[in-house]
């Protein structure tokens, strides 16, 4: 979960370094360090607590001339965040320096074992373990740094991604990658080195994905070099990166989250773009058309997902089943992996990621293809590991999303569900003509009525949360497909303003959570118009009841619930298997307006990284 950059050529490597940073913090922002390698040889190392501006404060007057460096933002997993702990870890001898991105997990058999030969450690880190032990295979071996760090690896249990570079090398780094992500730009004599894209895109389109297993050399004004840990040459796929810088940006807007938010529009039809004709409405997925049988013939649908892209999962399971009849089970991947789940060769399994280097879903197709499964890959990041380890898949195209709290990727993800759902009832004939159409012209007027949602509620929903944002719990209640987002609305709330919020079906509400209802506990309600509308209302009077204070979520010409309630939110209408995609943004404003009120650090909310690459 942390941010790796690299850079070795003819430039100065700090700007490129920090700037670097500045792109990954959302990836970790504990502690932040660097180590140059400067002309004359010499390995400085700089680091301290706290974001990567602290670290800039740091180093102001000290030497930082090189043009061979390593840089790290740190989410914290082995030591508290302290300037010790932070990244680049040095060898005992201060020769060798390496950032890591993951967990080694016999870090302390190591550990013990490097004490018994001499080794003395400065911090609480797995990583510096590591350092000293690709140090130790050098020395003992009398071999290359490329044979240490790969003789260290083959000592290694865990997930990593590392860079290494040694005093007197200004010209040579050395990465190695094992289930978490690494990504090389390539220059004209130069290499860039990072966590992914986001730090390379304004040097380079030229990027290679390295594999697992791969340990890759990057010398400056020489051919790049990928071997495995046997020393045997790999194959170097190059790819072309598609990526704007203008998207790294903020274009203006106060966080990334807000320009997330209002990014929506646009990024649902960049979802749907080439994939469902305006024309004839025809819905194409390749990778499901492709593997049509695949889909057809299968016992169930396993939906492996976590965070916010389980809360999409959700909304995917009662697409699917609504539409399809197939049978779909929607697990946290967590969880999933480690229960010994029963699972077939005639299961699909749907991987969900934003990032798609999430370990938990990784390890989840690992084990349901070792199980025989079809695995399908719904992913944001091009050349991500789930997208590489998926049998088919989909990209859902919204761009980078730099803020950790995800919004336009969740409306992205329930956007590929609508049209796997539309394509796989299609084909089943399990839907009519004219349903099909009605539901995939809704897709196609769902832009539109984001845009409208946006321009008609940004200015209305920000008193609203000025008016909440001194609240201590909130409750979220939904039914059928809204239940999900009012967990995915609960979660945004929690994860920006660090609001106590909790999801529930409304009809679970009087199985125990209304014993919690008085006048300091809001519930926030979504009563949009289905056949369960008045049902919700029915629960939103035992709210009222009770003495709760009621913010409801209704559609434009509500007049049951909103009498109701004390605060009434108006959305447009479309089918209700959509409508959660313009009930989410909604929510999404509400909780960055609340955080935002409260002076938060809305975009890097605190103990979060955008990327789980570690259990």
């Known amino acids: 979960m942390c941010g790796i950059v690299g850079y070795v050529g ?14 990954l913090e959302y990836r970790g922002y504990d502690s932040a360090g660097f180590a140059l390698v400067g002309k004359n040889g010499e390995l400085n190392v700089y680091k301290c607590k706290g974001k990567v501006s602290a670290l800039e404060n740091f180093v102001e007057g000290k030497d930082v001339e090189g043009s061979c460096g390593i840089a790290h933002t740190r989410w914290a997993t ?30 302390a058999l190591l550990k013990k074992a490097l004490i018994r030969e001499g080794y003395e450690f400065k911090s609480e880190t797995d990583t510096e373990v590591l350092v000293n032990l690709i140090e130790y295979v050098r020395n003992t071996n009398k071999c290359s740094l490329l044979d240490a ?115 929506q529009p646009k990024t649902i039809m960049d979802c749907l773009r080439g994939r469902l004709s305006p024309d004839s409405y025809d819905v194409i997925l390749s990778g499901v058309r492709d593997n049509a049988y695949r889909f057809l013939s299968a016992r169930r649908i396993i939906i492996v997902a976590c965070g916010t892209s389980w809360h999409a999962s959700l909304i995917g399971e009662h697409l699917i089943e609504d539409l399809c009849r ?69 990209y859902i195209h919204v761009g980078p999303e730099i803020s950790v709290a995800s919004t336009k990727a969740f409306t992205g993800q329930v956007t590929v569900f609508a049209m796997i759902a539309l394509t796989l009832a299609n084909t089943l004939t399990r839907i009519s003509r004219d349903r099909f159409e009605q539901l995939s012209k809704a897709l196609l ?100 009841a009770r003495g709760g204070v009621v913010i409801s979520v209704v559609s434009n010409d509500d007049e049951m619930v909103s009498k109701m309630s004390d605060y009434a939110i108006r959305v447009p209408v479309t089918d209700p298997c959509l409508m959660p995609v313009l009930v989410s943004i909604p929510l999404q404003l509400f909780a960055y307006y609340i955080a935002d009120a409260k002076g938060l650090d809305v975009d890097q909310p605190r103990n979060l990284a955008k990327s789980v690459t570690v259990e």
């Open 445 to 544: 007027d769902l832009p539109a009525l984001v845009q409208a949602e946006l321009d008609t509620l940004d200015a209305p929903i920000k008193e609203l949360a000025e008016k909440f944002k001194d609240s201590r719990d909130f409750i979220y209640i939904g039914r059928g497909y809204e239940f999900p987002v009012a967990l995915e609305g609960a979660l945004k709330l929690k994860e920006v303003s660090y609001i106590h919020a909790d999801g529930y079906p409304a009809a679970e509400m009087k199985h125990g959570p209304i014993a919690l209802i008085d006048k300091t506990m809001p519930v926030l309600a979504i009563a949009i118009p289905d056949a369960l509308y008045e049902k919700t209302a029915s629960n939103v009077q035992e709210v009222k």
């Open 78 to 107: 082995h030591g508290e965040p302290n300037s010790v702990n932070a990244h680049p870890h040095y060898s005992c001898t201060e020769n060798i320096a390496l950032i890591h991105n993951g967990i080694i997990e016999n870090w």
């Open 149 to 263: 760090v790969r003789g260290a690896l083959k000592q290694v249990i865990g997930a990593y991604a590392i860079a290494v570079v040694e005093k007197g090398r200004e010209d040579e780094i050395i990465v190695a990658r094992q289930s978490s992500p690494l990504v090389v730009g390539i220059g004209e004599g130069e290499y860039f080195l990072a966590s992914d894209a986001t730090p390379i895109v304004e040097y380079t389109d030229k990027v290679v994905y390295l594999q697992d297993g791969e340990i890759a050399v990057l010398t400056k004004n020489k051919p790049l070099r990928v071997v495995n840990f046997d020393n045997a040459e790999c194959p170097i796929d190059v790819k072309k990166l598609e990526m704007n810088i203008s998207e790294l940006e903020k274009g203006g807007y106060k966080h990334f989250m807000l320009k997330e938010i209002h990014e």
């Open 326 to 394: 197939i049978p779909v089970e929607v697990e946290y991947a967590s969880e999933f992996r480690y229960r010994n789940p029963v699972l077939s060769p005639e299961d699909v399994v749907i991987a969900v990621s934003q990032s798609g280097e999430t370990a938990d879903t990784l390890a989840a197709m690992s084990l349901a293809k070792a199980a025989g499964c079809f695995v399908f890959g719904i992913c944001n990041v091009i050349g991500s590991s789930v997208a590489r380890a998926s049998d088919a898949g989909c």
């Open 10 to 23: 003819d430039r100065n490597a700090y700007p490129i370094l920090i700037k670097g940073l500045h792109r």
